[in-house]
């Protein structure tokens, strides 16, 4: 096996992008990776992408974007893992680069989702749910996460309002991140009045669809230690399942997925929770953040939520999340947030993340998470010295 480093990064900005399609974007996304990696070929291009053909009528989309892109011939494939399918792409991307299948891999998440309206989009979505057991009783996302969020307040006597720190936390960071959809500062007092979508989550604790790509460029860690700037190296790659339905798991307040994939990183890496230096986790409702946090082991069943509470997810605090605004402050194009989540530990890294820089960072984790934690996704990476 050899060392993967991560050589070129891309990103388009996220927002509604009534002017491009598909194709456009990942195009936009790749060729600033592929630009900042210094290359003009590649040995094999993996796209991320959930909804194309429900959305857009496009499948296909590894020839799609090789022909596009001018990369005509290269080994070209979609993967698809509901939500977690920009980091199944990267996945894919590392494993060819470790066993030597290939030298130069580009990895592209891209979606386009807001042509289509509200209740599309939000059927298309339920797709990554059990479509006999879950959607066939009218339960949507926002619903599953809802059911979650009130069992996890009920379990462990939080309040409403305790959850606010979580999207305080995001906007703040994304009002920095110019490829953020959202650049607001929230209150707690305007978390309290937002509307309320499937009680107890509402709009503020929900990340909004949007379109957009993100690109990395991945090969050899001794090609990227010969080209003079800070070596960001995929010290793990790990991925793990859980059940599609939420009933059928031993405990709903468990990311059962979530936990053997952070292990399975970390066993990789030859690092602890207390090594890591930020964590881009998977914020799509404020309920995934507490879970998240707990499955990877930085805070104790039922104490995620006392974390945020307490100023530790902050910048400032012992383990940032969504430094550049997460999910619901940068926005959440599904097949594209993994390969976003990448991009932006990897701009930790290089310290090359403005306002937002985590001071020293060395250790920072992604975690992409599909369905409500069916296919959890996870990567570490660590600049050498």
Not at 98 to 106: E, F, I, R
Not at 356 to 383: C, E, F, K, W, Y
Request: charged content about 20%; aromatic content about 6%; some cysteine.
């Amino acid at each position: 096996m050899r060392d993967v480093a991560i050589i070129g990064i891309g990103q388009t900005p996220v927002r509604e992008h009534w002017d491009e399609g598909l194709r456009h974007l990942a195009l936009k996304a790749l060729q600033a990776a592929m630009k900042d990696a210094g290359v003009d070929r590649v040995d094999a291009l993996y796209v991320g992408n959930m909804l194309s053909g429900e959305l857009t009528g496009q499948e296909h989309l590894g020839a799609l974007v090789a022909d596009f892109a001018g990369l005509r011939g290269v080994e070209a494939v979609k993967v698809e893992a509901a939500c977690g399918s920009g980091a199944a792409a990267l996945r894919l991307g590392y494993v060819a680069v470790a066993g030597g299948l290939a030298d130069v891999v580009l990895v592209v998440g891209v979606e386009k989702m807001t042509d289509a309206t509200g209740p599309e989009a939000t059927a298309a979505l339920a797709m990554a749910a059990d479509a006999d057991h879950e959607v066939a009783h009218g339960l949507s996302f926002v619903a599953i996460n809802a059911l979650l969020m009130r069992r996890y307040m009920h379990e462990f006597g939080y309040r409403k309002e305790d959850f606010a720190p979580f999207t305080v936390n995001a906007h703040a960071n994304g009002m920095n991140n110019p490829y953020a959809m959202f650049h607001t500062k929230v209150t707690p007092e305007a978390y309290a009045r937002a509307r309320m979508i499937a009680d107890p989550i509402n709009l503020l604790d929900s990340s909004p669809i949007a379109d957009g790509a993100a690109a990395v460029v991945l090969a050899p860690a001794d090609w990227a230690r010969r080209m003079g700037r800070p070596v960001v190296r995929i010290a793990a790659s790990a991925i793990a399942t859980d059940t599609v339905a939420l009933h059928d798991r031993r405990d709903p307040l468990v990311l059962e997925g979530a936990a053997l994939s952070a292990w399975r990183a970390y066993q990789q890496a030859g690092v602890r929770p207390e090594d890591v230096d930020l964590f881009e986790l998977h914020d799509a409702f404020s309920i995934m953040a507490a879970l998240s946090l707990e499955a990877a082991g930085f805070a104790r069943r039922g104490e995620g939520v006392r974390l945020a509470l307490d100023g530790e997810i902050t910048l400032q605090g012992r383990i940032p999340i969504a430094t550049m605004g997460g999910l619901k402050a940068r926005g959440h194009p599904v097949g594209a947030t993994g390969v976003y989540q990448v991009v932006e530990v990897v701009q930790q890294l290089r310290g090359e993340a403005g306002a937002n820089q985590v001071p020293d960072a060395r250790v920072g984790m992604a975690q992409n998470i599909g369905g409500s934690g069916a296919t959890v996704i996870t990567h570490i990476l660590i600049r050498d010295s």
